[in-house]
């Protein structure tokens, strides 16, 4: 199954610091450790002076400006509005709850594997289980989204299996910019979850959407049942605003829009590898930009969108734009650990989280950062 959690490598080095700088001295192709010169190894390597190593396991490279938040105008561009909100987020490992500041709206976080991060909410009043209906956006060249097969998968099943809880999405031409609509019966609240979206002509690519938690307070009462709707706006308990939903969709990336990224990064793909892609955002849920994210096992390509309707890759970019999207392509199959890094209004390096994420085969694995999930 696909845990997106943080991983636990073991105690934290130098006073607890949870993203530590890489030494001054260290040339940039140096993979050398503790043996080599007594430095201290970043994962299977170590940090160059532009790098900052998260969790003892991945080094990203240092932003060099704060991260702003964005949000999208009437032309389906994205601008900034403001500085962004890192709140739920620390800067030095956690040991315990204690440890962990409250969020700008107060929220108290929990400690999980060194990560600040929302626990599940508590309380006889909120759902174990609700309705999951929404849309399924198509990212890149537009494609209608209705016949496609939506496949949910909780912990312990493998996603690249039969699902017990799988529809085919149908068309809602005024409810779903992409026409595509689902609706799942039964799903867990609090608990990490995969969406699958495919299709059997082979139109689109397998899109794995991970760290996908439906929490239960931002579910709604219709009638008898609860209800999880993508489409909906809410009142955010943790912050009093509202809360488009919009984050929760599914996605959907046809074979042509695939097909144009790959050439515009120029790479020619293997049969058994993959890429992740996402969205990073702050505790808000807003886009955000100058975010940089990193790997334990260097892709192909990492790489960020041009801010336009239809994002393309921009191999001149170090950082993400104001959409907040970026892609790690060419992964072989199997687990990967990415963290990505942003700089607070006060030039700290802000971790995002870490995450363990499964790549499949000729996939796409959807990976979005905003808030840490304590799970």
Not at 58 to 63: E, G, K, M, Y
Not at 65 to 74: G, L, S
Not at 334 to 356: F, M, R, T
Request: hydrophobic fraction near 35%; glycine fraction near 8%; include cysteine.
């Amino acid at each position: 199954m696909i845990r997106v959690t943080g991983i636990m490598l073991g105690i934290w080095i130098s006073l607890s610091v949870f993203a530590c700088s890489g030494s001054q001295d260290n040339p940039a192709d140096d993979d050398g450790g503790s043996e080599d010169g007594g430095q201290n190894l970043c994962g299977s390597r170590v940090c160059i002076s532009s790098e900052t190593c998260v969790h003892d396991a991945i080094c990203v490279s240092s932003t060099d400006r704060p991260a702003k938040a964005c949000a999208e105008d009437e032309h389906e561009l994205f601008e900034e509005i403001g500085p962004a909100d890192l709140s739920c987020h620390n800067t030095e490992a956690c040991l315990s709850d204690q440890d962990c500041p409250q969020d700008a709206s107060g929220t108290s976080l929990a400690c999980h594997q060194g990560f600040c991060g929302i626990s599940p909410p508590s309380g006889t009043d909120l759902p174990d289980t609700v309705v999951f209906r929404g849309c399924v956006d198509a990212f890149g060249i537009g494609d209608t989204t209705h016949d496609m097969r939506i496949a949910l998968y909780l912990p312990g099943e493998d996603p690249a299996g039969p699902s017990a809880k799988e529809v085919v999405s149908t068309k809602d031409e005024a409810g779903c910019a992409y026409w595509g609509a689902f609706e799942l019966h039964n799903v867990p609240t609090n608990t990490p979850l995969v969406l699958k979206t495919y299709d059997d002509n082979g139109n689109f690519v397998p899109t794995y959407k991970t760290n996908l938690i439906l929490w239960a307070d931002l579910a709604t009462k219709e009638g008898d049942d609860w209800v999880f709707d993508t489409r909906a706006t809410v009142a955010d308990p943790r912050t009093g605003a509202d809360l488009w939903l919009n984050p929760w969709r599914g996605y959907a990336i046809s074979q042509t829009t695939y097909n144009v990224i790959l050439m515009a990064v120029r790479i020619t793909l293997p049969d058994d590898h993959g890429a992740i892609a996402g969205t990073i955002r702050d505790c808000a849920y807003r886009e955000l930009n100058n975010v940089r994210c990193g790997m334990a096992t260097e892709p192909g390509v990492m790489t960020y969108y041009t801010n336009a309707e239809n994002p393309r890759p921009d191999l001149s970019r170090s950082a993400s734009h104001t959409n907040g999207i970026y892609s790690a392509i060419s992964l072989p199959a199997g687990k990967h650990q990415i963290s990505c890094l942003a700089e607070d209004e006060n030039g700290q390096q802000v971790p995002l989280g870490e995450y363990s994420v499964e790549v499949f085969p000729k996939s796409i694995t959807i990976a979005s950062f905003d808030r840490f999930p304590a799970l």
